[in-house]
């Protein structure tokens, strides 16, 4: 155990952590240079490496002067925090990457905090210092002055390039305290092997094998064929594979005490392994031993934002109802329940971290269980007061009961951390006074940036402000936030209407103050992106049964008068009155189409 090192890479998005996990793949001979591919070689989802960003933490082992490494990389988008946490657990160490043209933003600070949380050996790297704009020195004193940390204990490297990776592995060994020495072990005060334990990190789910499960061994050793048993879950298994990762799966005959790596379950209910559980072994049966106590395992994640999903084509709702229960597994941050709309049939309100995080699972959905879904306008999560005293959580719009019941309701509200310019302070400052923000605390980082502190409600968060935050900072602000409490506003429900039909995927909750604003955009963007028909389309806002705005999409008309080529005037008007009669009649028969668009016409303020 003294050889082994646990670590994971963290920072803030595009500052380089997946190519530096390339150069420690290729300088330690765990992947041969001739097959190291283009792009990252831990992104593996098809997804990663399209977008260039990481969404699923991948952990690796390697060996280097006689020690063992497992390396554990991590998303940076703020969306993923929740990898990143589980990731922190697992280990010992962690190496902070700073990029050397950008220096400090707010998911830095915030993945640097949790990993302090965790008491980890943190390892400050500046990273592209091959670039014509880097500038080491000054982010060295940002580093010192932000963080705390001595500038002498910062490593320049480049993962480009390969630059002083090897100086950086060395310190790896030197720094990173070894299992035993610090981490878990000492803080449940560990020191019987006897009983073999281990935390589930993460879990894959594979047509074959069943449910595989990485694992951070704890104490003692899992060997092939041992019987094993989930404690929270309560389900006894017997293990079929047992392994590393290099970065694919490496059969082994057992797994020792510190080690990273997975055990193939052979589960095929996905509710049966989850993130967080502890596995155990004893040297007496598993099921006549004493019920032992599991491992500290990971708070439970709160889902940020809730959307519909649901199937264009209704005989699909099974497939996603599967594809759902299989995606909870590989992400534990999703959470759904059965929904029933009157116009879009049966679907799923579905629970997630924020706008990407919404967007990532739409498009796993589509590309990997082939299929065609409509995704409904973003909300969250409000609290809501009858007047009997009453509360009832409620994640949609439509979920809320008749106003005229309702006492009170109280919407989230976030912290929110800006890493910015000081040119931009005052652009900044307007947005989120435009957004009912509040001014907490301003600091300066250096001489051109500060740390700007507010108080936000999540529902202005959530739906076009980091695009108006890079606009105002010419794309140099970054952002970071983390849930405070739900607070009581004056808040009411915009129900939109097209042809006199509620559609409840397009309603939303807003502050009172807001509502015309709101109601009058939505129905103007609306009007471009409902295609025409062959009646006039009403469009309308109301709060209640008062409409406060309204738009009319004009019908599609056929010249029925071309083929006159003279005579009275009557016969013209016959025909006229002929097709109105038609439409009206259509209109009475005929449905109005939404196309994908209309439900995201919420999120753009243009």
């Known amino acids: 155990m003294k050889n082994i090192r646990n670590f994971c890479i963290i920072a803030h998005i595009d500052h380089g952590k997946s190519t530096l996990a390339d150069r420690f793949l290729e300088t330690t001979g765990t992947v041969a240079k001739r097959d190291m591919k283009h792009g990252q070689m831990l992104d593996t989802m098809e997804l990663e490496q399209e977008r260039g960003i990481t969404i699923k933490l991948q952990p690796v082992r390697m060996d280097w002067n006689g020690y063992i490494l497992n390396l554990i990389d991590t998303p940076g988008h703020v969306d993923f925090t929740y ?344 652009n900044i400052m307007k947005i989120v006074q435009q957004r009912r923000g509040t001014y907490l605390n301003l600091t300066y980082i250096d001489e051109e940036r500060v740390l700007l502190l507010f108080e936000m409600p999540l529902a202005t968060v959530i739906l076009d402000f980091y695009d108006n935050l890079k606009n105002v900072s010419s794309g140099y602000a970054s952002m970071n936030y983390d849930f405070l409490n739900y607070r009581v506003e004056d808040l009411i429900k915009l129900d939109i209407y097209v042809a006199d039909e509620v559609i409840d995927g397009l309603s939303a909750m807003c502050h009172r103050s807001e509502a015309q604003t709101l109601g009058n955009r939505l129905c103007k963007k609306l009007k471009e992106i409902i295609p025409r028909h062959q009646f006039q389309v009403k469009i309308q806002a109301a709060i209640g049964g008062k409409i406060i705005a309204r738009e009319t999409l004009s019908a599609l008309r056929k010249d029925v008068t071309a083929k006159l080529y003279g005579g009275d005037v009557t016969r013209k008007n016959k025909l006229l009155k002929k097709q109105k009669a038609g439409k009206k009649r259509r209109k009475q028969m005929g449905g109005v189409s939404l196309p994908q668009e209309a439900f995201q016409a919420i999120l753009k303020k243009d």
Not at 181 to 205: C, H, P, W
Request: with cysteine.
């Open 83 to 426: 990898e990143v946490s589980r990731s922190i657990a697992a280990c010992e160490g962690a190496i902070l990457v700073i990029d050397a043209t950008q220096g400090i933003e707010a998911q830095t600070l915030a993945n640097l905090y949790m990993a302090m949380e965790f008491d980890l050996k943190i390892i400050p790297v500046i990273n592209k210092i091959d670039m014509p704009a880097a500038d080491p020195e000054r982010i060295k004193i940002e580093i010192e002055n932000a963080l705390a940390i001595p500038k002498e204990e910062v490593i320049e490297v480049s993962a480009k390039t390969g630059e002083n990776v090897e100086e950086l592995l060395e310190a790896i060994i030197k720094r990173v305290p070894s299992p035993d020495e610090s981490g878990m072990r000492k803080q449940l005060k560990i020191t019987d092997d006897n009983e073999a334990k281990a935390l589930v990190f993460d879990s894959v789910y594979d047509t074959y094998r069943g449910v595989v499960a990485y694992v951070r061994m704890v104490s003692g050793t899992f060997k092939k064929g041992d019987s094993l048993r989930f404690l929270n879950a309560k389900t006894d298994i017997e293990v079929t594979d047992i392994g590393y990762f290099r970065p694919q799966y490496e059969s082994q005959k057992e797994l020792l005490s510190g080690e990273v790596g997975y055990v193939v379950t052979g589960l095929k209910s996905v509710g049966e392994a989850r993130v967080g559980d502890t596995i155990y072994k004893s040297q007496v049966r598993v099921s006549s031993a004493s019920e032992p106590k599991p491992l500290p395992g990971y708070k439970t994640v709160v889902p940020m934002v809730y959307a519909g999903i649901y199937c264009i084509d209704g005989d699909d709702f099974p497939q996603l109802r599967d594809s759902l229960e299989k995606l909870t597994l590989n992400d534990a941050a999703l959470t759904y329940e059965p929904d029933q709309s009157p116009a879009l049939g049966s679907g799923f309100q579905c629970g997630f971290l924020g706008l990407l995080h919404m967007d990532i699972v739409r498009e796993r959905l589509e590309r990997e269980y082939d299929l065609d879904l409509i995704v409904t306008a973003p909300s969250v999560s409000y609290i809501v007061k009858t007047n009997d005293g009453k509360e009832e959580t409620i994640s949609s719009p439509a979920a809320l009961v008749d106003r005229s019941h309702v006492d009170s309701i109280a919407e989230p509200w976030v912290k929110m951390e800006i890493v910015c310019p000081k040119d931009s302070v005052g």
